[in-house]
């Protein structure tokens, strides 16, 4: 059974930093894309970045130059370096991913169950 798990949420002050990871486990032959997506409260779910294997990258236009994302594929595990927080960035923040693994062969589509981000002083 495949599992993406997030850590790394909680609270912070505008302006600071979190660190966000998504781990990856069970029966993986490989993953493609990897990418964040985020829902505030009352909200539709957005994208906030997406990595390929090969380390490509894309970010919603809004989020670029504040937030980094970035995967060790030897560990199975995406990063996302959120800086100069805003209360805006205030939400559940979910890791997705494409993968095959031994379980039906097939590329599949899986998320985790989210990680809370809250930004207010």
């Known amino acids: 059974q495949v599992q993406l798990v997030e850590s790394g949420g909680g609270l912070v002050q505008p302006g600071g930093s979190l660190r966000l990871s998504c781990a990856a486990s069970g029966s993986i032959i490989a993953i493609h894309i990897m990418a964040w997506y985020r829902q505030a409260l009352g909200k539709q779910r957005e994208l906030v970045a997406r990595?390929?294997?090969?380390?490509?990258?894309n970010y919603a236009e809004s989020l670029k130059g504040r937030f980094t994302i970035s995967r060790d594929n030897a560990k199975n595990t995406m990063y996302l370096q959120m800086d100069s927080l805003e209360p805006g960035d205030t939400a559940v923040y979910y890791c997705?991913?494409?993968?095959?693994?031994?379980?039906?062969?097939?590329?599949?589509?899986?998320w985790g169950q989210g990680t809370q981000v809250t930004v207010s002083s």
């Open positions: 997705n991913a494409a993968i095959r693994s031994t379980q039906d062969y097939a590329w599949s589509n899986y």
């Open positions: 990595i390929a294997h090969d380390g490509g990258t």
